[in-house]
């Protein structure tokens, strides 16, 4: 069973959508008690970071995904998902974040990019993957992005990057958390095989 979080920032019908296509038997969950029934859990997400949080603390579904992780059952955050696992992000300022995973969530420095690359990063780009079982029956995919912030953590919780002017972490892995910030939902074949690798994961 997969519960799909809904705090109002979201991708849930295409995440949902996805899920049935894989044959799993998912649910939108709005009630924080809830999520401890599930074998694993998805943290969609689109749109402002501070929202979001704002979002999740005020329902209390910060504490049941706190209590989720410590649980050792796999949780996977997508997009903006990903990005409120880490400890904080600094888009509209400082806003603290789940803190699952460290690391901070930054804009794109176009100062680093050599030529003047379009904000936000829209459309495919290929994740350069390293050995993981997210991974498995895939090299180098082409996934679907839309973002204007990325990650930035240490090089242990990062199992894929991609280039957009420059490199960046685009998947990540601590324990029993992950994280896509490109959507395995809306990447036909090679996102539906991440996602069915995440269903698989022991």
């Not at 680093?112 to 993981?132: L, R, S, Y």
């Not at 892995?173 to 022991?202: A, R, V, W």
Request: glycine share 8%; hydrophobic share 40%.
């Amino acid at each position: 069973m997969i519960g799909i979080i809904d705090y109002n920032m979201g991708n849930l019908a295409s995440v949902y959508n996805a899920c049935h296509l894989l044959d799993a038997k998912a649910t939108i969950v709005k009630n924080p008690e809830d999520l401890k029934n599930f074998n694993r859990v998805i943290l969609p997400g689109v749109g402002a970071y501070k929202d979001a949080m704002e979002h999740l603390i005020k329902t209390g579904m910060n504490e049941a995904v706190y209590e989720f992780a410590k649980s050792g059952k796999p949780m996977i955050g997508i997009c903006l998902g990903m990005q409120l696992l880490f400890e904080s992000s600094q888009e509209f300022g400082h806003t603290d974040g789940l803190g699952l995973i460290d690391g901070v969530v930054v804009k794109f420095d176009k100062t680093k990019m050599h030529e003047d690359f379009k904000i936000p990063h829209m459309g495919w780009n290929t994740i350069v993957n390293k050995e993981h079982p997210l991974f498995e029956g895939l090299h180098n995919p082409y996934l679907y992005f839309v973002h204007s912030y990325h990650a930035v953590t240490r090089e242990e919780n990062i199992i894929g990057k991609t280039t957009y002017g420059y490199e960046f972490a685009s998947a990540v892995n601590k324990d029993n958390i992950y994280g896509f910030q490109p959507h395995p939902e809306k990447s036909h074949d090679n996102g539906l095989k991440i996602l069915k690798n995440f269903m698989n994961l022991k």
